[in-house]
């Protein structure tokens, strides 16, 4: 199956070298994607090309007018009747590999990236099936977050990664932060790569690599665990954590009490 990716900009030519490179280009070049840039400008029917306008109502900024995008949606969908339109907006669904992974089943997606204060509210409601943030803060297009939705979505597809399970292994993709990674030299200003890794123990390095996970979801992004349905293996693990906790605070315990007063 070919995804189907349409870009609706003012700016097409951001996307030009965009499609030319990475996994994307590698997509592109398997059959596994097509991607396209559409000029919303090119759908305006004055002899401007204008694309904005002033807010009823007063206020800074632009909006987008909702003609030329309306025109460029439909020509869109046209060409793509299966896909979903995406809107790119900081007040949209926060984007995460669970997101990305629903995108990626899709046949096609279609991004409008809005400039200036946004779009018209009509083109919203009338047109789009999501809108999407990609974290909470505002950039000046919709450009760069379509730019790394397609990115996400794209390594997604199976066999783009070239590695049957390279998708799989990723961060996020089970809930849990990705394992550290070490490559040669065997050591590095003096730091080594630890043992298990070069043990050739396949069962070991699979065990280390889930407790790494745990201790690095642990430290960087606990809210993670908050809500997650651990995996027997997974308790095994938290148990011996627990034990050592347990042992450590009563060696410090002990180590901290005035045998005479019986205080700490």
């Known amino acids: 199956m070919t ?146 939705i397609v990115d996400a979505v794209v390594r997604l597809i199976p066999g783009v990664l070239g590695g049957q399970d390279s998708a799989a292994q990723d961060s996020f993709a089970d809930g849990l932060l990705e394992h550290a990674h070490y490559t040669r030299p065997r050591v590095f200003e003096g730091r080594p790569v630890p043992d298990v890794l070069l043990s050739g123990n396949h069962a070991a390095i699979d065990q280390w690599r889930l407790e790494a996970a745990l201790v690095r979801t642990f430290l960087k992004r606990p809210e993670l665990l908050e809500d997650r349905v651990f995996s027997e293996q997974e308790l095994a693990i938290l148990r011996k954590w627990s034990k050592k906790l347990e042992n450590l605070i009563k060696v410090q315990s002990a180590c901290c009490t005035d045998p005479l007063s019986g205080h700490q």
Do not use: N
């Open 3 to 148: 995804m189907d990716v349409a870009v609706l900009t003012i700016f097409p030519e951001m996307f030009e070298r965009f499609w030319t490179h990475g996994i994307v280009r590698r997509a592109i070049e398997q059959g596994q994607l097509k991607g396209d840039a559409i000029d919303i400008r090119a759908y305006a029917e004055d002899r401007h090309k204008v694309t904005d306008d002033r807010p009823y109502g007063g206020g800074c900024g632009m909006v987008m007018k909702p003609e030329p995008l309306a025109k460029a949606l439909r020509a869109a969908r046209a060409r793509m009747p299966e896909a979903v339109t995406l809107l790119m907006t900081p007040q949209g669904r926060p984007f995460s590999q669970q997101t990305a992974a629903e995108l990626a089943r899709r046949r096609g997606l279609i991004f409008i990236c809005g400039r200036y204060e946004g779009v018209d509210e009509r083109v919203a409601q009338r047109f789009v099936d999501a809108e999407i943030s990609i974290g909470d803060y505002v950039l000046t297009g919709g450009e760069l977050p379509a730019m790394v």
